[in-house]
């Protein structure tokens, strides 16, 4: 079935803002309930993981679930989606995240808006950033090609798994600009985020270029006439 645009740029606007929602907020529920941070590291990926599983069984028939500026990128690369619906999705996403942090900050009665302060620098997270979202849009990708009907359980153990593995695992330019309009633990300071954008880009250009040689078809040797 062919959705409307508008009811795939709310989709994509919904399922960003709740999973945005669900980081910042299981962060700062975390927070609160325990002082381990191997605990509060794991409430976090565990809530995640489920939401996005959640969203893209519920709403990527309706627009194919990208919740994410990187995803868009790749299924734009892929050709699955025209230049000006890539944009239109993008935006969609960001106002999405910005949400997304917007209710968080309501329910636990923070400001609306406050600007993040947690610094997020220098190579080893950047370099974490492009492998987490590498492996994102690989998954993503490869899913669609061999096991459609299982990318919700894929993405959702991948990114059960990577933020549990990884330094940072944003992974995602929307909930990365997000993050810098939150003051929480899981924020990051403004100035941070143009390297983590450029990172995760770089990640998923890099899946996208193995996704192309590793599934391009080897033509067939002529057979010997000798």
Same mark, same amino acid.
């Given at each position: 079935?062919? +959705?409307?645009?508008?009811?795939?740029?709310? @989709?994509? @606007?919904?399922?960003?803002? #709740?999973?945005?929602?669900?980081?910042?907020?299981?962060?700062?529920?975390?927070?609160?309930? #325990?002082?381990? /941070? $191997? %605990?509060?590291?794991?409430?976090?990926?565990?809530? =995640?993981?489920?939401?996005?599983?959640?969203?893209?069984?519920?709403? $990527? /028939?309706?627009?194919?679930?990208?919740?994410?500026?990187?995803?868009?990128? %790749?299924?734009?690369?892929?050709?699955?989606?025209?230049?000006? &619906?890539?944009? %239109? +999705?993008? =935006? @969609?996403?960001?106002?999405?995240?910005?949400?997304?942090?917007?209710?968080?900050?309501?329910?636990?009665?923070?400001?609306?808006?406050?600007?993040?302060?947690?610094?997020?620098?220098? +190579? @080893? !997270?950047?370099?974490? &950033?492009?492998?987490?979202?590498?492996?994102?849009?690989?998954?993503?990708?490869?899913?669609?090609?061999?096991?459609?009907?299982?990318? /919700?359980?894929?993405?959702?153990?991948?990114?059960?798994?990577?933020?549990?593995?990884?330094?940072?695992?944003?992974?995602?330019?929307?909930?990365?600009?997000?993050?810098?309009? #939150?003051? #929480?633990?899981?924020?990051?300071? /403004?100035?941070?985020?143009?390297?983590?954008?450029?990172? !995760?880009?770089?990640? =998923?250009?890099?899946?996208?270029?193995?996704?192309?040689?590793?599934?391009?078809?080897?033509?067939?040797?002529?057979?010997?006439?000798?």
């Amino acid at each position: 079935m062919s +959705y409307r645009i508008t009811h795939r740029l709310f @989709a994509e @606007a919904f399922g960003t803002a #709740t999973l945005t929602a669900a980081i910042v907020g299981s962060a700062v529920m975390a927070s609160r309930l #325990t002082d381990n /941070p $191997a %605990a509060a590291q794991l409430c976090v990926a565990v809530s =995640c993981s489920a939401v996005l599983f959640v969203m893209l069984e519920l709403l $990527a /028939p309706i627009s194919g679930g990208h919740f994410n500026p990187a995803v868009s990128l %790749a299924m734009l690369m892929q050709g699955a989606v025209r230049r000006r &619906e890539a944009l %239109a +999705y993008v =935006c @969609a996403q960001l106002a999405g995240g910005i949400l997304g942090i917007v209710l968080v900050h309501l329910m636990f009665e923070f400001p609306p808006i406050s600007i993040g302060t947690h610094v997020r620098n220098g +190579y @080893a !997270q950047w370099l974490a &950033e492009a492998v987490s979202t590498f492996g994102l849009v690989f998954a993503i990708l490869q899913g669609l090609k061999l096991r459609p009907q299982s990318v /919700p359980a894929i993405v959702g153990i991948y990114v059960l798994s990577v933020t549990l593995f990884a330094s940072t695992s944003f992974a995602n330019p929307a909930t990365t600009v997000a993050r810098a309009m #939150t003051g #929480t633990l899981s924020g990051i300071r /403004p100035a941070d985020v143009p390297a983590f954008v450029v990172a !995760q880009l770089g990640g =998923c250009l890099l899946a996208v270029v193995l996704i192309r040689w590793l599934t391009s078809e080897t033509p067939s040797a002529s057979p010997n006439r000798d």
